[in-house]
């Protein structure tokens, strides 16, 4: 994604609307990452020019899709939406991730679960709260529409990039990194004349 990239303005929220409450989860071992099966709670909410979303699972990729002037961050979380209108339509929010000295509060939630439990089943988590992801008025997000980053590529996806990027410690990316050592990033894709928008909440 281009550092500079066409500015729209949100007026009272009719561009975009992000809210993450709290709801059980349940931790997947996929192979090449986990993931959460997530609903975020009966609260949550993600409206994209009207049309509202609710939240499905959230899971990362090691060395981020996303790219901010070339620019590849450690880790990605995707957290994939559903239309609630029609099951075909998805919604990604993006989170990158920078190594910082500060733990991710988020992340402390099921991340020291992940050692214990490197293969199989894994446990519930009684409680995801998505408000410790810190998302607020006056951050900024990418949006464009573009395609799945995985599986079959479809290209019903509108995505929601969070541009700055949150703190992961090192101990917490290297939880991560000796579970899942490969990259699961996909290649940067050409823009084919799609533009991305910078809106703020």
Not at 103 to 112: E, G, H, S
Not at 137 to 157: C, D, I, K, M, P
Request: glycine share 8%; no cysteine; aromatic share 8%.
């Amino acid at each position: 994604m281009p550092a500079q990239a066409q500015v729209a303005r949100n007026n009272n929220g009719n561009l975009l609307q992000i809210h993450l409450g709290s709801a059980p989860g349940t931790l997947v071992h996929k192979g090449n990452t986990v993931q959460v099966d997530w609903s975020a709670g009966p609260k949550s909410r993600l409206v994209l020019d009207g049309n509202s979303y609710k939240a499905l699972q959230l899971h990362f990729h090691a060395g981020s899709d996303h790219r901010v002037n070339g620019h590849q961050f450690p880790l990605e979380m995707h957290i994939v939406h559903q239309s609630v209108t029609d099951p075909t339509q998805l919604a990604v929010v993006g989170v990158l991730f920078e190594v910082s000295t500060h733990m991710n509060p988020f992340l402390t939630q099921f991340f020291p679960l992940l050692p214990q439990h490197p293969s199989g089943k894994m446990p519930p988590i009684k409680q995801l709260r998505g408000k410790l992801l810190g998302i607020h008025r006056g951050h900024q997000f990418y949006r464009y529409s573009g395609s799945l980053t995985a599986g079959n590529f479809s290209e019903n996806v509108e995505w929601v990039v969070l541009s700055t990027p949150q703190p992961i410690s090192h101990e917490q990316l290297n939880t991560y990194l000796r579970l899942f050592p490969k990259s699961s990033a996909r290649d940067t894709q050409p823009l084919h004349g799609r533009v991305v928008t910078l809106v703020e909440l």
